[in-house]
Nanobody, 111 residues
């Protein structure tokens, strides 16, 4: 059974940082693609950043160098370091692993 443990969301002011963490279980092998998606009210879920098992990364254009994704392949864990957060980054952030999503963690950026 696939399970996710997500943490790290919260409320911050513009310009501050947060680090999201996620560990996925239920796979007996290294997960091929892990990453983070987000969804804000009235918008569709969108990709933020992903990393495949060879270390290649993909970032959404809106990241603009502010976020860094990393993984612990042995633990099937994925992290997202978010710097210089903006109000438009406010959303529920979902851990992603090979087509499955976690329950999400709320990130709120406001003055």
């Amino acid at each position: 059974q696939v399970q996710f443990v997500e943490s790290g969301g919260g409320s911050v002011q513009p310009g501050e940082s947060l680090r999201l963490s996620c560990r996925a279980s239920g796979w007996s092998f290294t997960i091929y693609r892990m990453g983070w998606y987000r969804q804000s009210p009235g918008h569709e879920r969108e990709m933020v950043a992903t990393m495949i098992s060879d270390g290649s990364t993909n970032y959404a254009d809106f990241v603009e160098g502010r976020f860094t994704i990393s993984r612990d392949m042995d633990r099937n864990a994925v992290y997202l370091e978010m710097n210089n957060l903006k109000p438009e980054d406010t959303a529920v952030y979902y851990c992603y692993a090979n087509g499955d999503y976690g329950r999400g963690t709320q990130v709120t950026v406001s003055a």
